[in-house]
């Protein structure tokens, strides 16, 4: 058994704290620039965009149940 005291207990808990917060930053950032980068494409035609519908039709193609 190893026993730490609660001031160290907290101390890491507020850095995991911390770290989570600067990953769901960065996790965000990266989301964000994905979509950038991808309607970017969209608007230059090198894809294709595809409406809610299509999109539904395919989600059900794949077995997913769409509302």
Not at 44 to 55: A, D, F, P
């Amino acid at each position: 058994m190893i026993q730490i005291p609660k001031g160290t207990v907290n101390v890491m808990i507020r850095h995991f704290e911390v770290l989570i917060k600067d990953f769901e930053k960065l996790a965000e950032r990266e989301t964000l620039s994905r979509v950038d980068r991808r309607l970017e494409e969209i608007k230059k035609g090198k894809v294709k965009g595809h409406s809610i519908k299509e999109y539904s039709e395919y989600m059900k193609r794949k077995g997913v149940n769409v509302a």
